[in-house]
């Protein structure tokens, strides 16, 4: 009776984190496969966000629910620069993340992608949970240098 009691317990916790931060936005989107299975990758478009010293061009990123996107993440500077956006990685299905130097990387989702000067790196992917979420560099003072953005899903 006492386990039990623990588990109703957890279930309430969840429950009162998903009103206040949106429980489902916590973890990646599970049934990803799925979603890029179902995308007609004929109809792909491309979008490309510059990274360089210091900025995010365009500094907004948008993207449609349910469409598939190849997002070209370009380092046009003089310096390695990220492109951290955790919850936006975790409201996507990802495809892959490809080099177009070195191959391709398929993985449910990631956190941060580095990117090297003068070089670059695609995002496949599908757009799956309507929010906005946060964009940065994390090297040590980029982003307070302006190096942030939005990526909103609509
Ligand atoms: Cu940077």
Redesign the pocket.
Known sequence: MKKRAGILTRVAVCASVAIAAGCASVDYVADAKVHVSAADWSKMKTVDVV?KE?SFIPEVLKFDAGTPYKLKIINTGTGK??FTATGFFKAIATRKVQSNTDGEIKAPYFLALEVFPGRSLDLYFVPVRRGTYGLR?T?PG?EAQG?HGTIVIQ
């Open positions: 990274l210091y620069h990220y560099c090297i980029h190096m």
